[in-house]
């Protein structure tokens, strides 16, 4: 389970229909707990897909554009975790640990499901929130996380306040 509020879900839907007809991408940061995730911040990236990007995948992705893939510069996500962990540490002891939980993207005039090549890249233990944007406008959103087996399972939402 992932938890997140209307203004998170909006943040998401905002930036998946500016960026249309390319996918957007983003970073979930919240808290990990025994019954589920918790959102903090929702954190739009710029989709950096290039085809230096696709030649640091296997296979011949170098044809896709952003209209099908997104990439995160990998500096954004060192970058990004360092300063959870920094005010993590503001925080004080008390603090519960703030992480990466998880990536958004959307997917320009395609369902909210993962594709083949999200389900490749993805990594263990992230929730993967995909938006489905059919012409300009965003629409369904799902949650989708990986089993044991590296397959893509649904993920429940639930809305705080």
Known sequence: MIRLSQEHLQTIRTHAESTYPDECCGIILGYLASEGK???EIMPTENVWNTEAAA???GDRTTESKRRQYAIAPEIMLKTQKEARVSEARRGSEARSLN???IF???PDYPAIPSECDRLYAWQGYSYIIVSVQNGKAGELRSWSLDDHHQFQ???IE???
């Open 100 to 102: 990466i939980i998880g």
């Open 56 to 58: 640091e995948f296997p």
């Open 154 to 156: 649904s993920e429940v």
């Open 105 to 107: 993207h959307s997917h």
């Open 38 to 40: 918790t959102v903090v």
């Open 159 to 161: 809305n705080i306040t």
